[in-house]
Every structure is written in structure tokens, then in C-alpha cells.
């Protein structure tokens, strides 16, 4: 290799040529490695440099710093070039057309059941009721006593309860929402306008009709001046709502431990009376147990199961269809999403 002007000027017209003509990011990498690697002419012409006279030798030296940055700066420009065309193969090759259609994955709804709350939810909470929650595992105290449901009552037993083991916990699987009435009364000061939907559990077998466990909605209203009457209209407007326009409602008389004066209520539905739930004015031994003044505010309460109103509101026969959990039944109802 003749170390000069003319030497220097071939290296770098053979590295800008082959830079040229790379194709690829991995050919330009084979040229970097024999144009500007350890052993590249450009490298042993530096290494050259020792043996050339004195004062020739920074002139050299320059031209072959310039050579070897022209070099560089062709590898930077090229590698960039190869890049953006990579890339843009890339988005090409793999580009996909949005208007095919595609395999979509089967979906699932939301079950009726869930379906039913939320829809009485939104209703009541249009009456400026809120929406209270409460665990499932309650304590006896307030899913009996301060409802006050005596120790002798039946509902106490066995065969109606589960308790939690050791019995001396005080603790069951709440047979009623009611006891999310108790701890709103306990933590708010009336007005009190709520409902309270949720699972419940009592020791049922499972059958066309029953459930061990099953889904409840109580709603509840303590304030000033509350009557029946305003009971009677809650429940007329919250019937016509689910069933439809111009069904009514109607009470009769019961017993509770809770209320007084107690009532059974019914709908007229499709020509004939259907039972809905239990209902009535809050007994104030229970004001009183939540620490209202029963001088001042009175109140009413109601419950329902939302299985059994589930299953007259969309002629449904058995209970095995509601809790099964078949996608094919929850899918006739729509999606429902909120």
C-alpha cells in the first residue's frame, strides 16, 4: 500500500463504493468491520504513519483523519438509510387491514339477576334513595336482636340459620339485608331514604322454588311524619316501574318482628294477585335499638326476593335456570353492561 495522497484518496473511494452498495443493515456491517475495523487499510495506514519522514508526517496524519471521518460519516448516513427502508418494509409487510372482519371472541352477558338490581337500583336512587351495602357475614346481634327477633323465635334455629362455628363467635350468614338497615340507622341521622340489595342464606334444599341462597332488596325510610300511605305509594310506583304501567299493588295484613303494623304485599299481574314480599311501618323498638327518636320520626320498610321477582317478571319456572350459571340463559337477557 503506497502511503500517500494518491494511497490515501483509493482507501477511501474503495470504503465509500462498498458503503454504496450495501444492500442490507447487515452487509454495511461487514464493510464497517473490513473498512474502519482494527485491520482495514485505513487502520494500517495510521499504523503506517511511524515510518514515513518527519515533516511529512502531520500533513499525512491529517488527510488520513479526514479520510477515516468521510468514512464514518458515510456509515452514519447509509446505516440511517437502511434503517428507514427496514422499517418501512416492516410497516408494509405487516400492515393490517382494519376493514376485514374479525374473529371475535364469544362474549358473555351479565345475568339477569344482575340485570334486576341495577335496574331497581337506578330507580330508587331516582327517587334520591342511596344504595347500602353490608357483609354477608353479620353478627347475630344485628341480624336478630336489634331487628328485634326474640331468642325463641323460630327463625333462630337450626334448621332456618347458618351459624358460624364456634357458636359462642355470634356470628351467621345474614338471612336478610336488614341488617344493612341497622347499621345505617347506627351510623346516619334520619332523613334516611336507602335500599339495600345482596345475597342472603337461609337452610333451604334447592329446587324448582327455593335456594340456600338467594338475592334480596329491602329498602328503608325513616324521617318526619312517614305513614302507610307513603309506604303504599313507594310500593304502587316501584311495581308499575318493574312490571309495568298500571299494575298496582295491594297490603295485607301480617306479622313481624320488625314492623308494626306488619303487611304482606301483592301485585295484580296478568289477571290475577301475586305475592312479593313482606313490608310495613319500623317497629320503634327497632328506631330505638339504632338510637332514633321514635317521638320524632317514624319510618317504613319492604323486601323482596329479586329470584322470585325475576321469575314473574320474565315467566320463569324454576330456580335450577337461575342459579346454574348457563351463559346460554344469562344471553337471552342482553348484555347489559354498564
Known amino acids: 500500500m503506497s502511503l500517500d495522497n494518491a494511497g490515501i484518496e483509493q482507501i477511501k ?21 473490513a473498512h474502519v475495523g482494527d485491520r482495514s487499510p485505513i487502520a494500517r495506514a495510521n499504523q503506517g504513519l511511524a515510518e514515513i519522514e518527519i515533516e511529512k508526517r502531520a500533513a499525512m496524519g491529517k488527510l488520513i483523519g479526514t479520510a477515516r471521518a468521510n468514512i464514518n460519516q458515510a456509515f452514519d448516513d447509509k446505516e440511517k438509510e437502511l434503517t428507514a427502508l427496514r422499517d418501512s418494509r416492516a410497516l408494509s409487510n405487516e ?25 331497581i337500583s337506578d330507580l330508587f ?19 336478630f336482636d336489634a331487628l328485634n327477633i326474640a331468642e325463641d323465635h323460630p327463625a333462630r334455629t337450626m334448621q332456618d340459620t347458618f351459624f358460624i362455628e364456634p357458636l359462642s363467635s355470634g356470628l351467621v350468614m345474614r338471612t336478610h339485608t336488614s341488617p344493612v338497615q341497622i347499621r345505617t340507622m347506627l351510623e346516619n341521622n334520619p332523613p334516611i ?20 341462597v338467594f338475592n334480596q332488596v329491602e329498602g328503608l325510610v325513616v324521617d318526619k311524619g312517614i305513614t302507610m300511605a307513603h309506604l303504599k305509594g313507594t310500593l304502587d310506583h316501584f311495581a308499575s ?24 304485599v301483592d301485585f ?21 335499638a339504632a338510637g ?7 319510618g317504613f320498610a319492604f323486601g323482596m326476593g329479586l329470584e322470585r321477582t325475576l321469575m314473574v317478571k320474565y315467566g320463569i319456572t324454576d ?15 342482553g348484555s347489559g353492561g354498564r
Request: net charge negative.
Open 13 to 33: 473511494a474503495d470504503a465509500l463504493s462498498a458503503i454504496k452498495a450495501s444492500q442490507s443493515l447487515d452487509e454495511l456491517r461487514e464493510v464497517r468491520i
Open 95 to 119: 400492515r393490517v387491514d382494519v376493514t376485514l372482519a374479525s374473529n371475535r371472541n364469544p362474549r358473555g352477558a351479565l345475568h339477569p339477576l344482575t340485570l334486576l338490581t341495577n335496574e
Open 125 to 143: 336512587v331516582g327517587m334520591g334513595y342511596t344504595v347500602q351495602e353490608g357483609p354477608e357475614l353479620e353478627a347475630s346481634w344485628l341480624n
Open 193 to 212: 331514604y336507602v335500599i339495600c340489595p345482596g345475597r342472603t342464606y337461609r337452610a333451604d334444599e334447592l329446587d324448582a322454588t327455593h335456594t340456600p
Open 241 to 264: 316501574k318493574i312490571f309495568g304501567p298500571g299494575v298496582t299493588t295491594r297490603i295485607r295484613p301480617s306479622f313481624f318482628p320488625f314492623t308494626e303494623p306488619s303487611a304482606e
Open 268 to 288: 295484580f299481574y296478568n289477571g290475577r294477585w301475586v305475592e312479593w314480599g313482606g313490608c310495613g311501618m319500623v317497629n320503634r323498638k327497632v328506631l330505638q
Open 292 to 298: 332514633i327518636d321514635t317521638d320524632i320520626y317514624t
Open 319 to 333: 330456580m335450577h335456570d337461575i342459579v346454574e350459571g348457563d351463559v346460554r340463559f344469562s344471553r337471552q337477557f
